[in-house]
């Protein structure tokens, strides 16, 4: 169902000569330009009585009046999928996503996504872009999610991310016995020739990972994780990359390797591991209401857990 809404505004006299979607966008910044120039092209849009083009120039001191119809985005159905909700208001709403669960429909998964939970569990959002998901996790990496309940809210969180001022922090447990923590600074593409992965080139896009030791154990290691980047796969990739792949990471992650002397309960831990063992543990933004930060955190999962004890039951006790 569709929603009405009208804005209205001043042009300021300092506009003069800018196209009409550039002035709205300062007029409106809430919004979107490319939402604005939609509005603009439907005929929602009138400047002193009159409807403009997006390239139309104003001359400033114009009244601007805006009533514009928000109809469904989506077109997706609605499924009453269980969500574990870790916060919500009228602006936004976090949810603890648990591995498995797809983020968005895709083709092979049209239902059973958290974008379908999503428009069940608040069905206004279906007047918001991909029902208010403004970033993903892979499918089977659990953690926060932050998703936007407005229009606004979700020009608000986007601008956040493109400014990188979304702080997220994961945890992760990697092959290896790292030393000390680093930096991974690689551009992430598409690979050559496995089209479905990513991959370290010199022709991909920037892309910044920190890490940090959380506790080493015998033949691994648990890292805390800071994205400056939200690339496809990043954290798995550049972990990878510095030959620390992701524990049960199966694209990524290469055979699996036991380590020597590992007693019998950490060799089967690891193997029943089959997916990543990557989870978002903490999240922090400003509210794009009040302005305020805030963050949340989510416990690490059952099985991720259950894998970091047997790591911990089987590390050298003189370590």
């Known amino acids: 169902m569709s929603e009405g809404l009208r804005l209205t505004g001043i ?42 083009r997006v390239r139309d120039p104003v001359c400033g001191g114009e009244q601007v009046i805006i009533d514009a119809r928000i109809t469904p985005q989506t ?15 009228d602006h936004l709403l976090v949810i603890d996503k648990p591995a498995g669960l797809v983020a968005h429909p895709a083709a092979g998964n049209w239902g059973g996504t958290l974008l379908n939970a999503l428009l069940h569990h608040a069905p206004r959002l279906e007047n918001v872009p991909r029902a208010g ?36 922090e994961y945890l992760t447990v990697v092959g290896g016995r790292l030393i000390a923590g680093g930096m ?15 991959a370290v080139t010199d022709t991909g896009k920037p ?23 939200g690339r496809t796969h990043q954290i798995r990739v550049h972990m990878a990359h510095i030959r620390h792949p992701v524990t049960g990471d199966p694209v990524y992650g290469g055979r699996l ?9 950490l060799i089967a831990a ?3 591991f089959k997916r990543q063992a990557l989870h978002a543990a903490r999240l922090e933004l400003a509210h794009p209401d009040s302005g305020a930060t805030v963050n949340w955190t989510a416990p690490v999962p059952g099985d991720m857990q259950a894998l970091i004890d047997a790591l911990r039951a089987d590390a050298d006790p003189h370590d």
């Open 11 to 52: 042009i300021p006299a300092g506009n003069s000569g800018e196209r009409t979607d550039r002035a709205l966008a300062k007029v409106f910044p809430e919004y979107s330009r490319a939402r604005l120039q939609q509005w603009i092209r439907l005929g929602y849009v009138k400047i002193d009585g009159l409807q403009p």
């Open 75 to 89: 077109g997706f159905e609605a499924q009453s999928i269980p969500l574990n909700v870790v916060y919500e208001d």
């Open 133 to 168: 998901i403004v970033h993903r996790l892979d499918k089977d990496t659990s953690g926060l999610m932050v998703v936007a309940k407005s229009l606004t809210a979700h020009k608000q969180l986007v601008d956040q991310l493109k400014a990188r001022t979304v702080k997220r």
């Open 184 to 198: 991974v600074k690689k551009a992430i593409g598409r690979h050559p020739v496995d089209r479905k992965r990513m």
């Open 207 to 229: 892309a910044r990972t920190h890490y940090r030791i959380d506790t080493r154990y015998r033949a691994h290691t648990l890292l805390r994780v800071r994205l400056d980047t």
């Open 257 to 265: 390797m036991l380590p020597a002397g590992a007693n019998a309960s």
């Open 270 to 272: 690891l193997r029943a």
